[in-house]
Structures are given as C-alpha cells and as structure tokens.
C-alpha cells in the first residue's frame, strides 16, 4: 500500500500562494486516484481537489475553483496542489489522499498522509 507524506504547507497573507506536495512510497502510484482533502478546526474534513490516474479527469470543490490546481507525476511518484489567492477561509490541515476509484466520497479514500498546516491572515 501505497504511503503519503505532505510537505508546502505554511503562513502566508491574503492574496498569497502556496503550492502543496504530496511525495508516495511503497506502491503503484499510477494506479490510485490523488486527492487533497481539508479540514478546519471544528470542521469536518472536506474534499478539495482530485484527479485521476492519467490527469484527464479532475474535481475542485467550488470554494477553490479557478483559485487552486491539483496535478500529478507519475513518474516521480508526487501530487501538487497549487494554491493561488488565498484565502483566510482557506485555513485549514491539508491531507493528500489516495483512492483506487475515482470518487468524491471520503470513505473511499484509504490512504492518508499525515496533514500538512496552511494558515492564511488576513
């Protein structure tokens, strides 16, 4: 099974980018769907962003649309999600997740990573 680790996360001001990492080890990367999930404090955890295997299909929550895009590169086993005019509502633990279909559902996503802090001041 495949293992995730997120890096990117960080202070940054309204308007401010950032561009998340989610680095994968110990399985076939190509074959799971990535996704970045958020959750706030007091929140539940929410989907944010996902694409499929090979990039042709991709989801954004209607918060982050036209503001944030998720990528991929199988060849070197990492998913991106890069954050443009950001938000203070934007604030939250951001995970990389893995799933073997293509869904929006949290419960088919079994893989996590351990969550990387995005705080955004106002």
């Known amino acids: 099974q495949v293992q995730l680790v997120e890096s990117g996360g960080g202070l940054v001001q309204a308007g401010g980018s950032l561009r998340l990492s989610c680095a994968a080890s110990?399985?076939?990367?190509?074959?799971?769907?990535m996704a970045w999930f958020r959750q706030g404090t007091g929140k539940k955890r929410d989907l944010v962003a996902s694409?499929?295997?090979?990039?042709?299909?991709?989801y954004y929550a209607d918060a982050v649309k036209g503001r944030f895009t998720i990528s991929r590169d199988n060849a070197n086993n990492m998913a991106y999600l890069q954050m443009h005019s950001l938000e203070p509502e934007d604030t939250a633990v951001y995970y990389c997740?893995?799933?073997?279909?293509?869904?929006?559902?949290?419960?088919?996503?079994?893989?996590w990573g351990q969550g990387t802090q995005v705080t955004v001041s106002s």
């Open positions: 694409v499929s295997w090979s990039e042709t299909r991709t």
């Open positions: 110990g399985g076939a990367f190509g074959h799971y769907v």
């Open positions: 997740a893995a799933s073997e279909s293509l869904s929006t559902r949290i419960a088919d996503y079994s893989t």
